[in-house]
């Protein structure tokens, strides 16, 4: 009988026949229909997974917490989860901060494009409330730059009135007009039913669910039995919902990549120069997240796991990764990240169960480097210099930023809206990178997605549980 074709390969083919097809067809003009018959399988796909994301991580972690044979595991395993994930997020943005300083993508950017946008920031700073300049430059009143100002000033009422700018800013004024506890309180749900159909509030999940699995260990083992079967019933049931789609994962994903290149510009030429103009930035970004995913993420693994070889983890964990590339959102790949470290590595539901869930939500190292280089970068390019109090404020609103930011496509840019605010810059300059936002946000996704798996087999391997499967 023939050997069948390992899933992580048919989707890289997949992803890659997507890539080659979506540029043949801005090429020869098939744009639309692509859009209108190709790209709503992409919708599907990614639907079906959420779909089955919240639910499974109710039943998953009230599984996993109501099977611990000693409660007080629970505490200790949550306590090295939430150090494990603050530590990985401070080092990412770390990373970021340390590149953006060294490599400076913002001065590959044109001098006079910058007086420009120097110009423009000064009038923002002038028109706004509440903000102070950051250093001494003062070019809005040099009469060598008068033809100039005009045109900034221009400009810059053009760039107050992007609506897709103005909805981020409000959802980040909401943020910040909060209690600092606000995150606490919107951890416990009002209505379980409400958190369960509302996708964006896994938080609240993960809560009800934790304090389910602990009331069930507390209660007679002979009443709990029953409820703790019908628990582990329809857990296998969303489990094998899982492992069928996945079956059409290659076709699903080539139906992806096909939309998201399509949505960017109508021709491929169009696609390069968005590229193009931020090239320096997107080298930057991409550069961080692949040395937290090939050497922070793998060392980590070394200093801890020493049974599982580098290109082995890789191997098992890569149809999470290139699922999470696809979708953009942690929690669309969170029923497949679960099945990863569970089937192909040996991490026990125990862990899996309640570690990944939490990650999906609070950890989100990509998203936390993108912002730190994002908004030194944005800096740069404005003639801004920031001083080093000001990027240590940058690592501690990005680390907290990323708690609870929702795990879908382009959440990470309302909360960079809150870390340029923290250091007094303009909100609107986000715009600026939305261009190339949507394919630095799929590989950000990979790196939370395998910063969730490194993290969940470290756990399981330091409580004792870690039982590698050798058959993979």
Same mark, same amino acid.
């Given at each position: 009988m023939?050997?069948k074709?390992?899933?992580?390969w048919r989707?890289i083919?997949?992803?890659v026949?997507?890539?080659i097809y ?7 003009g098939w744009?639309?229909f ?8 992409g ?6 997974l959420?779909?089955?994301?919240v639910p499974?991580v109710?039943f998953?972690?009230i599984s996993?917490?109501?099977s611990?044979p ?10 090295k989860t ?8 401070v080092?990412?943005v770390?990373l970021?901060?340390l590149l953006?300083?060294?490599l ?9 494009q ?7 920031y000064?009038?923002w700073v002038?028109?706004t ?6 250093d001494e430059?003062?070019l809005l ?5 008068a033809e100039?100002?005009?045109q ?11 609506t897709?700018?103005q ?6 004024e ?5 209690s600092p506890?606000q995150?606490v ?7 379980i039913?409400?958190?369960?159909s ?6 609240q999940?993960i809560?009800?669910?934790?304090f389910?699995g602990?009331?069930?260990?507390l209660?007679?083992?002979?009443k709990?039995a ?6 582990n019933s329809?857990n296998?049931?969303f489990l094998?919902?899982?492992?069928l789609?996945?079956e059409?994962a290659?076709?699903?994903?080539f139906a992806?990549?096909?939309g998201v ?7 491929p030429a169009e696609v390069?120069e968005?590229?193009?103009g931020?090239l320096?930035?997107s080298?930057?970004v ?10 922070v993420?793998?060392?980590?693994m070394?200093?801890v796991?020493?049974?599982l070889?580098y290109t082995e983890?890789f ?5 999470a990764q290139?699922?999470?590339f696809?979708t953009s959102?942690?929690a669309?790949?969170?029923p ?5 470290v569970r089937d192909?590595?040996g991490?026990?539901e125990s862990v899996?169960n309640f570690?990944?869930?939490?990650g999906?939500?609070?950890?989100m190292?990509?998203?936390s480097l993108y912002q730190?280089?994002a908004v030194?970068?944005?800096?740069q390019?404005h003639? /801004?210099d ?5 990027? @240590?404020?940058? !690592? =501690?609103?990005?680390?907290l930023?990323?708690?609870g930011?929702? $795990? /879908?496509?382009s959440a990470g840019l309302?909360? @960079?809206?809150? !870390? =340029?605010?923290s250091?007094?810059?303009?909100p609107?300059?986000i $715009?600026?990178?939305f261009?190339?936002?949507?394919i630095l946000?799929?590989?950000r996704?990979v790196v939370?997605v395998?910063?969730d798996?490194?993290?969940?087999t ?5 409580e004792?549980e ?5 058959d993979?």
């Amino acid at each position: 009988m023939k050997k069948k074709l390992p899933l992580h390969w048919r989707i890289i083919i997949g992803l890659v026949v997507g890539i080659i097809y979506s540029f043949l067809s801005s090429y020869w003009g098939w744009n639309k229909f692509t859009l209108n018959w190709i790209d709503p399988f992409g919708t599907i796909f990614i639907r079906l997974l959420k779909y089955i994301a919240v639910p499974l991580v109710l039943f998953s972690i009230i599984s996993g917490v109501a099977s611990l044979p000693d409660p007080s595991k629970l505490g200790r395993m949550g306590a090295k989860t939430l150090v494990a994930y603050l530590l990985t997020t401070v080092m990412a943005v770390s990373l970021g901060l340390l590149l953006v300083n060294t490599l400076k993508p913002g001065n590959y950017i044109s001098q006079d494009q910058r007086i420009k946008n120097r110009i423009k920031y000064e009038l923002w700073v002038e028109r706004t409330t509440g903000v102070e300049f950051l250093d001494e430059q003062d070019l809005l009143n040099d009469p060598a730059y008068a033809e100039i100002v005009q045109q900034a000033s221009r400009e810059v009422d053009a760039e107050e009135s992007n609506t897709a700018v103005q909805d981020r800013v409000k959802a980040a004024e909401s943020m910040r007009n909060t209690s600092p506890l606000q995150f606490v309180v919107d951890m416990v749900p009002d209505n379980i039913f409400a958190a369960l159909s509302d996708g964006g509030k896994m938080l609240q999940v993960i809560f009800f669910a934790i304090f389910f699995g602990i009331v069930l260990l507390l209660i007679p083992a002979e009443k709990g039995a029953p409820v703790l079967s019908l628990v582990n019933s329809i857990n296998e049931v969303f489990l094998k919902m899982v492992e069928l789609i996945m079956e059409a994962a290659p076709y699903f994903v080539f139906a992806l990549m096909a939309g998201v290149i399509a949505k960017m510009a109508d021709n491929p030429a169009e696609v390069l120069e968005i590229f193009k103009g931020l090239l320096s930035y997107s080298v930057v970004v991409v550069l961080g997240l692949m040395i937290m995913i090939f050497i922070v993420y793998p060392l980590f693994m070394r200093l801890v796991v020493r049974e599982l070889k580098y290109t082995e983890f890789f191997r098992r964990i890569s149809p999470a990764q290139f699922l999470a590339f696809s979708t953009s959102s942690s929690a669309a790949t969170l029923p497949v990240t679960m099945e990863c470290v569970r089937d192909n590595i040996g991490v026990p539901e125990s862990v899996s169960n309640f570690v990944l869930p939490i990650g999906a939500t609070v950890n989100m190292d990509g998203t936390s480097l993108y912002q730190a280089v994002a908004v030194v970068f944005l800096a740069q390019m404005h003639l /801004v210099d920031l001083t080093f109090s000001q990027q @240590l404020t940058i !690592v =501690l609103t990005a680390t907290l930023a990323s708690i609870g930011s929702a $795990a /879908v496509p382009s959440a990470g840019l309302v909360m @960079l809206v809150v !870390v =340029l605010q923290s250091v007094g810059l303009n909100p609107a300059w986000i $715009a600026i990178i939305f261009p190339v936002d949507r394919i630095l946000d799929m590989i950000r996704t990979v790196v939370n997605v395998t910063g969730d798996m490194t993290i969940s087999t470290i756990i399981a391997k330091s409580e004792g549980e870690l039982n590698i499967n050798q058959d993979y």
